[in-house]
């Protein structure tokens, strides 16, 4: 879709498009997964645990974080991050209006 396109859509339908790209990389998926799972702001190496290059993790990072999935601090040398819990609460209630204002017409 080209950028000047975007214009004929509602800021709600762009965001939860945005917000599907982004989620629609096994990796990001993965990363999500992974902090998820520590329940705490993950500083460590996740090359380690990931298995991607660096360069390549950054990047994911840096897209999770873009659109507000992701808090980043940067701690010495490091930067930490964690879930955006309030962005995860406002992103299920979106999806929740949405599929719930879905009419079903299967045949």
């Known amino acids: 879709m080209g950028v000047t ?4 859509f509602t800021e709600r339908q762009n965001d939860l498009a945005r917000f599907f ?5 096994p990796a990001r ?3 999500l997964q992974y902090i ?3 329940n705490a702001c993950i500083c460590n190496d996740l090359v380690s645990e990931i298995g991607l290059a660096q360069a390549t993790i950054s990047q994911h990072l ?6 507000g999935l992701l808090k980043g601090e940067v701690e010495g040398k490091s ?6 819990v309030e962005k995860w609460t406002e ?3 979106e999806l929740n209006v949405f599929f719930n ?3 079903s017409n299967c045949c």
């Open 29 to 31: 998926v993965t990363i």
């Open 21 to 25: 790209k982004v989620l629609g990389h």
């Open 36 to 38: 998820s799972n520590k």
């Open 91 to 93: 992103i299920q209630n």
């Open 79 to 84: 930067m930490c991050y964690c879930l955006n």
């Open 101 to 103: 204002t879905a009419k």
């Open 62 to 67: 840096k897209e999770l974080k873009s659109i």
């Open 5 to 8: 396109k975007r214009q004929i």
